[in-house]
């Protein structure tokens, strides 16, 4: 059973940085799609950005040019570098494991993503 387990949240000021990383336990197969999502409060979970196996990657339309998604395949590892964060980023990030061969998609518990002064 594969779980994924993120890290990086907190509480930083308006313009700051994060770091989230999320590492998957177990096999999760050659081609996969792991993603960064996220849930403000009373509003529906929405992506963040995503990266294949090979490393193509997509964002949404808010976090182009301020976030990075990134992995290491070596260690099944996502993280997402956050930069320029606003109070609007403000949210439960989790993490998406999706494998397409075998039509399964698993996600992490959530790390808690506060911007405020």
């Known amino acids: 059973q594969v779980q994924l387990v993120e890290s990086g949240g907190g509480l930083v000021q308006p313009g700051g940085s994060l770091r989230l990383s999320c590492a998957a336990s177990?096999?999760?197969?050659?081609?996969?799609?792991m993603g960064w999502y996220r849930q403000a409060p009373g509003k529906q979970r929405e992506l963040v950005a995503t990266?294949?196996?090979?490393?193509?990657?997509n964002y949404a339309t808010s976090a182009k040019g301020r976030f990075t998604i990134s992995r290491d395949n070596a260690k099944n590892t996502v993280y997402l570098q956050m930069n320029s964060l606003r109070p609007e980023d403000t949210a439960v990030y989790y993490c998406n494991l999706h494998n397409p061969i075998l039509s399964s998609t698993i996600w992490g518990q959530g790390t808690q993503v506060t911007v405020s002064s």
């Open positions: 990266i294949i196996s090979g490393g193509s990657t």
């Open positions: 177990g096999s999760i197969g050659g081609i996969n799609v």
